[in-house]
Nanobody, 123 residues
Framework: DVQLQASGGGLVQAGGSLRLSCAAS????????IGWFRQAPGKEREGVAC????????YYVDSVKGRFTISSDNAKNTVYLQMISLKPEDTAVYYC????????????????WGQGTLVTVSS
């Protein structure tokens, strides 16, 4: 079974940082694209960042460029999202997702989803 286990959320003050982790299993990690999405209360889900573990290529939406960094540890089948300079508008449930499309999956609706991890940024 495909499993995507997200963790690392929490409460942080504006300007602070968090690192989210997504542990993947049940599919060939390096042959899939892995991405982070988020959904804020009352808002639609949006893609945030994604990575292709096969070549390390990444993609970010404009609102997080320069503040978020996505990376993968292929030996651990884990993708990370390092978030710095957090803003209250980053508050959301963050989900990791995977798809056989390897690149820019944040513009798609990926096939596999993990449970969310809540990030709350206080002002």
């Amino acid at each position: 079974d495909v499993q995507l286990q997200a963790s690392g959320g929490g409460l942080v003050q504006a300007g602070g940082s968090l690192r989210l982790s997504c542990a993947a299993s049940g599919f060939p990690f390096e042959h899939y694209g892995i991405g982070w999405f988020r959904q804020a209360p009352g808002k639609e889900r949006e893609g945030v960042a994604c990575i292709s573990p096969s070549d390390g290529s990444t993609y970010y939406v404009d609102s997080v460029k320069g503040r978020f960094t996505i990376s993968s540890d292929n030996a651990k089948n884990t993708v990370y999202l390092q978030m710095i300079s957090l803003k209250p508008e980053d508050t959301a449930v963050y989900y990791c997702a995977a798809d056989q499309v390897q690149h820019r999956i944040v513009v798609l609706t990926p096939e596999y989803w993990g449970q969310g991890t809540l990030v709350t940024v206080s002002s």
